[in-house]
Nanobody, 127 residues
Framework: QVHLVESGGGSVQSGGSLRLSCVVS????????MAWFRQAPGKEREGVATIDSDGITNYDDSVKGRFTISQDNDKNTLYLQMSSLKPEDTAMYYC?????????????????????WGLGTLVTISS
């Protein structure tokens, strides 16, 4: 079975930084798309960043220049480095994995297109 486990969330002040991690286990394929989504209270889940098995990344405009998605294949871990955090970044952050032959496709990533999800990690930014 495929499992995704997020960690690294927390409460920080505006302007601060956090690094989220997502450890993946049980995924047997070499090609994929991985993504970070977030869902704020009362809002729909939205894509934040994606990275594919070739290392190609994409970001939502709201986080470009502030967030960096990366992966460590030796550790089977996906990361989201978040800097210059704003109160509007407050949300539950989820990592997701899609078994796909090539690329993450066009932006934005679609929630229903992802095959596996973690349970999320909460990020709270105070002003």
């Amino acid at each position: 079975q495929v499992h995704l486990v997020e960690s690294g969330g927390g409460s920080v002040q505006s302007g601060g930084s956090l690094r989220l991690s997502c450890v993946v286990s049980g995924f047997p394929y070499n090609t994929y798309c991985m993504a970070w989504f977030r869902q704020a209270p009362g809002k729909e889940r939205e894509g934040v960043a994606t990275i594919d098995s070739d290392g190609i990344t994409n970001y939502d405009d709201s986080v470009k220049g502030r967030f960096t998605i990366s992966q460590d294949n030796d550790k089977n871990t996906l990361y989201l480095q978040m800097s210059s955090l704003k109160p509007e970044d407050t949300a539950m952050y989820y990592c997701a994995l899609e078994n796909i032959l090539s690329g993450c496709g066009s932006w934005p990533p679609l929630s229903y297109g992802m095959d596996y999800w973690g349970l999320g990690t909460l990020v709270t930014i105070s002003s």
